[in-house]
C-alpha cells in the first residue's frame, strides 16, 4: 500500500490549499482515511477523518475552515483548507486504516499505512 500526500506549499494567511492523498494497492472503500499533522515542538494531531461510510470528523481548530473529501473512483481523498492561519503551519500526513474516534476527530492509532507528508506554510 502506498499513500502519496501532495498539494502542501506556502500560502499567506488567509488563503487556501487542498491537498490530496492518491491511494494505490487498496480500495478506499471500506477503510478510513485521516489527515495528521505535526507542527515543529508539538505532537501530532488528527485533524479530519473520513470513515468508510463518509462521515466526517474535524478537530475543533479546523472546523468551518476545513473540508475532506474521498473519491472511491480515483482512489483519493482531499483536504480542502480555507481561511489558513499561521498556527496550521505544519507536515500534513494522510493514512489509511480504521477510524478510532477523539475528540472530535480521530486519533492515530486506527491508522495502518502512513503516507510520506506535504509541508503546509502560512506565512505573510
Known amino acids: 500500500v502506498q499513500l502519496q500526500a501532495s498539494g502542501g506549499g506556502l500560502v499567506q494567511p488567509g488563503g487556501s490549499l487542498r491537498l490530496s492523498c492518491a491511494v494505490s494497492a487498496f480500495t478506499l472503500d471500506y477503510y478510513a482515511i485521516g489527515w495528521f499533522r505535526q507542527a515543529p515542538g508539538k505532537e501530532r494531531e488528527g485533524v479530519s477523518c473520513?470513515?468508510?461510510?463518509?462521515?466526517?470528523y474535524y478537530a475543533d481548530s479546523v472546523k468551518g475552515r476545513f473540508t475532506i473529501s474521498r473519491d472511491n473512483a480515483k482512489n483519493t481523498v482531499y483536504l480542502q483548507m480555507n481561511s489558513l492561519k499561521p498556527e496550521d503551519t505544519a507536515i500534513y500526513y494522510c493514512?489509511?486504516?480504521?477510524?478510532?474516534?477523539?475528540?472530535?476527530?480521530?486519533?492515530?492509532?486506527?491508522?495502518?499505512?502512513w503516507g510520506k507528508g506535504t509541508l503546509v506554510t502560512v506565512s505573510s
Open positions: 493514512a489509511l486504516g480504521v477510524f478510532v474516534p477523539y475528540g472530535s476527530s480521530c486519533h492515530d492509532s486506527g491508522m495502518d499505512y
Open positions: 473520513i470513515s468508510s461510510s463518509d462521515n466526517t
